[in-house]
């Protein structure tokens, strides 16, 4: 075996590098591995290759994301209601009203 000496041009300080990924991450992304089943790789695949290319991970994202922020008409009523409920027990009480007797219709007697 030839015993061959570095590259002489190569004169590469790494002094100042440091351990890392080349490209910073996106802000709000974090990588992780998880199993997922063939069937739902390969349909995720095929949808991202029926909308012409793209990410097959952005659309599995995607998926996740709208499920985990979808709610029932229900449940959206509720939350309504519920913060109506909180403001109005912490808003400061109006004085009740004073009311006036409704006006009586005048009855004429026949006669």
């Known amino acids: 075996m030839k015993k061959t000496d570095a590259e002489p041009y190569r004169d590469i300080d790494f002094s ?3 351990r890392g990924p080349v490209i910073k991450p996106e802000p709000g992304k974090t990588k992780i591995s998880i199993r997922l089943d063939n069937a739902v790789i ?3 695949r095929a949808l ?10 952005t659309l599995i994202n995607d998926a996740l994301a709208e499920h985990l922020y979808q709610r029932t008409m229900l449940e959206a009523v509720r939350q309504v209601v519920r913060e109506e409920l909180r403001t ?4 400061p009480r109006r004085p009740a009203r004073a009311r006036l007797p409704s006006p009586r219709p005048k009855t004429t007697a026949a006669g």
Not at 48 to 57: I, R
Not at 88 to 91: H, K, W
């Open 16 to 18: 100042q590098a440091r």
């Open 88 to 91: 109005a027990a912490t808003s």
């Open 42 to 44: 390969e349909a995720f």
């Open 48 to 57: 991202a290759d029926q909308a012409g290319g793209g990410n097959y991970q």
